[in-house]
């Protein structure tokens, strides 16, 4: 079992930066991939960056890629989502997640923990 418990939202300007957090329970969190998600009211959870396990292998969504950097300390049961230059469309709840699928990381049926979810918010 791992609980997912994020922090770091909030209100920024546009071209402003947050820095996310999901601190993780569990002996295992290395040999889980975890993720950030987003999701704005009526639309789909979608998936905006993974990390892979404990080889910090990355993948971004392509509206994030060049603008936040996922990474991980499996030390401190931790991951973050670094967010830079950020833009109004980026506004939603960011939730993070944890897998031990191997394959289908980008789709939320893939995860198998969910945490609570942190509100952004940026203004233009």
């Known amino acids: 079992q791992v609980q997912l418990v994020e922090s770091g939202g909030g209100l920024v300007q546009a071209g402003g930066s947050l820095r996310l957090s999901c601190a993780a329970s569990?002996?295992?969190?290395?040999?889980?991939?975890v993720a950030w998600f987003r999701q704005t009211p009526g639309k789909e959870r979608e998936f905006v960056a993974h990390i892979f396990r404990s080889t910090a292998v990355t993948h971004y969504a392509e509206s994030v890629k060049g603008r936040f950097t996922i990474s991980r300390d499996n030390a401190k049961n931790t991951v973050y989502l670094q967010m830079n230059s950020l833009k109004p469309e980026d506004t939603a709840v960011y939730y993070c997640?944890?897998?031990?699928?191997?394959?289908?990381?980008?789709?939320?049926?893939?995860?198998?923990?969910w945490g609570q979810g942190t509100q952004v918010t940026v203004s233009s």
């Open positions: 997640a944890a897998a031990k699928s191997w394959t289908g990381l980008t789709v939320k049926g893939s995860y198998d923990y």
């Open positions: 569990g002996r295992t969190f290395s040999s889980y991939t």
